[in-house]
């Protein structure tokens, strides 16, 4: 009966084993999740305030330039101008664009007359 004994003393000591390691598991694990969450959050409040410049600098460089574009002293010139050159391309750009979708309607309606008696037999 001895050896029950002593085996049931044994297997008592490596279920405690277990469980104190699972709890220390369980504790690190939790820990490691804290800490995880807590820099996801920093990275968001970061994401957050770079997002928050970005757009002020946008807001801050577009009242600057509606104030000295026409200023040729500004200390700005040579990106005032860029900017005036790129809103001229795009504006080129956008006209061209428009072109090509009154062109397309155009040829569209030679395919697809409205009236339904203007559609060729089949």
């Not at 026409?70 to 040579?78: G, I, K, L, Q, V």
Request: glycine share 2%; hydrophobic share 35%.
């Amino acid at each position: 009966m001895s050896n029950y004994d002593e085996f049931k003393k044994k297997a008592k000591e490596t279920l405690d084993q277990i469980a104190d390691a699972s709890v220390d598991a369980y504790k690190i694990a939790e820990e490691k999740a804290r800490v995880l969450a807590k820099k996801t959050k920093l990275r968001a409040g970061i994401v957050n305030d770079k997002a928050t410049i970005r757009r002020v600098s946008v807001e801050l460089g577009t009242a600057y330039y509606r104030k000295y574009v026409d200023d040729e002293r500004s200390e700005f010139r040579e990106l005032i101008d860029e900017i005036t050159d790129a809103h001229e391309r795009i504006a080129i750009k956008e006209d061209e664009i428009a072109e090509l979708k009154a062109n397309a309607a155009i040829r569209s309606e030679d395919y697809y007359p409205e009236d339904e008696d203007d559609y060729p037999e089949e």
